[in-house]
């Protein structure tokens, strides 16, 4: 379990030092995510990695805050080649991550995955209460976008149970203000995709051609973009 009580851990701010699990089982339990948070840096614009990145790893993150991550073209130090994808969490490479009453805000990637990107086979369960705010794809594309979420193809899939993607935003030219899926995504138990902005098309949800969608008693709402909500 991580320590108890209120406090924020940043991670040092030098290239090549985000928090990388590879091959393993990780279970980060906090006390609040209110008072339990793990940082890159204290804003992501000051921010030389992501927070988080998992290759072949299983990880529960539960109550607790992953913030102020950041991956663009000048942060060349985000691991496993992704170095502009995933600006809060990197899930790659058969990985699974559940957030479990946990927050990932105020992340900053270039290409995709503001939030959390997914590859090469890898899933995400986000559930009990769960966010993904705040994060943003500063240019992003027509299939690699997603201000909270980039799902990057059928390999890879997306569990959104009773939790909420708000206020995420992608470039000008770019789709998926909220989420980007290129792969396999479920919303379902009274979730909700709201105030999420994308310069080209689907403020809320931009689903590619092939990939499956599936929204179950949740509402997407509210979400600018010029065309789809």
Do not use: W
């Not at 913030?67 to 985000?78: E, K």
């Not at 058969?94 to 946990?102: A, I, Q």
């Amino acid at each position: 379990n991580l320590p108890s009580g209120a406090y924020t851990y940043t991670l040092i701010n030098a290239l090549g030092l985000e928090l990388q699990i590879i091959s393993s089982k990780v279970f980060l339990v906090g006390d609040n995510p209110k008072s339990t948070i793990i940082q890159a840096a204290d804003a992501a614009s000051n921010a030389n990695n992501r927070v988080i990145g998992l290759f072949q790893s299983t990880v529960e993150i539960s109550n607790t805050t992953i913030r102020n991550g950041r991956c663009t073209v000048n942060v060349t130090s985000c691991g496993q080649n992704e170095f502009t994808y995933g600006g809060g969490i990197l899930v790659r490479s058969s990985s699974e991550l559940t957030l479990d009453n946990s927050h990932v805000q105020n992340n900053i990637a270039r290409a995709s995955g503001g939030g959390i990107y997914l590859s090469l086979g890898s899933h995400l369960n986000l559930l009990n209460g769960s966010s993904v705010s705040g994060n943003e794809v500063e240019e992003g594309g027509s299939f690699i976008s997603g201000g909270g979420i980039g799902i990057r193809s059928n390999s890879d899939s997306a569990l959104i149970d009773a939790s909420i993607i708000y206020g995420n935003m992608v470039g000008d030219f770019a789709n998926g203000g909220g989420i980007q899926n290129g792969g396999h995504l479920t919303i379902q138990n009274g979730s909700e995709i709201y105030v999420n902005t994308a310069g080209k098309s689907g403020g809320g949800i931009s689903n590619n051609s092939g990939a499956t969608l599936i929204v179950d008693a949740s509402k997407v709402l509210g979400n600018i973009s010029i065309t789809g909500n």
